[in-house]
């Protein structure tokens, strides 16, 4: 089973603040997943990267996978309230392509 | 419409109950799992169903039993529950297995209590 560590494991910021959070492994990747769990509800899906040293955008979120595969990041401009949430990458990689969770990285941003 | 549904949402029972969770997906895919969810919010997947056969079936107590009626469908039936069940348990689904960076699909959770 492959192991991913997410770090910070937990940020509590102000809104406007950027932050950057980490997904790493010494595992090679086929395709790495970030999710956004909100309080009582279930992780939704993100952003899907495949390709290494791929960067993929999603308004004010910025998706970076390793050059190896191993590792990727992810990095919000300006946080709102709203980006609250646990977030978390997956992974998956050899010949299942059910992704493995890391532990995620609680985010709170204040008003 | 919700697309991954779960019943029930809550539930609180003693130590020592059999209780059962159940799973519904309308998005016509073929693969369905469980994923149980510690305090800590680690995700962990229990089981994974393709098509109503058992695909992986990671180490989990044989007192957890899926059942799958039909590809729509997967349920969680739980024996003789513990203290240490008490967690969050996702139902979910995606396209078949084979294909890269699957789209997970979740439920809301259920959160169970064991007293």
């Known amino acids: 089973t492959q192991l991913l560590e997410q770090s910070p494991q937990f940020l509590s910021i102000q809104e406007g603040e950027n932050l950057t959070v980490y997904c790493n492994s010494s595992s090679v990747f086929s395709s790495l997943q970030w999710y956004r769990q909100e309080p009582g509800e279930g992780p939704v899906l993100l952003v899907t990267v495949v390709t290494g040293g791929e960067v993929k955008k999603l308004k004010r979120l910025t998706f970076q996978f390793g050059d190896a595969r191993k590792d990727s990041s992810l990095h919000i401009t300006a946080a709102q309230p709203g980006d609250t949430g646990l977030y978390l990458c997956a992974g998956a990689s050899g010949g299942s392509y059910i992704p493995t969770f890391g532990r995620g990285t609680s985010l709170i941003v204040h008003p | 419409d919700t697309a991954v549904s779960q019943t029930p949402k809550y539930l609180v029972t003693q130590m020592g109950n059999d209780k059962s969770i159940k799973c519904e997906q309308n998005l016509g895919h073929d693969t369905m799992y469980w994923y149980k969810q510690d305090s800590k919010k680690f995700l962990k997947i229990m089981f994974s169903?393709?098509?109503?056969?058992?695909?992986i079936n990671e180490t989990v107590p044989n007192r957890f039993s899926p059942k799958s009626p039909d590809k729509a469908h997967l349920n969680l039936h739980i024996n003789s529950l513990e203290l240490g069940d008490s967690a969050v348990y996702f139902c979910a689904s995606s396209l078949p297995s084979g294909s890269t960076g699957n789209t997970i699909y979740f439920g809301e959770g259920s959160w169970l209590t064991v007293v």
């Open positions: 169903y393709n098509n109503k056969e058992l695909i």
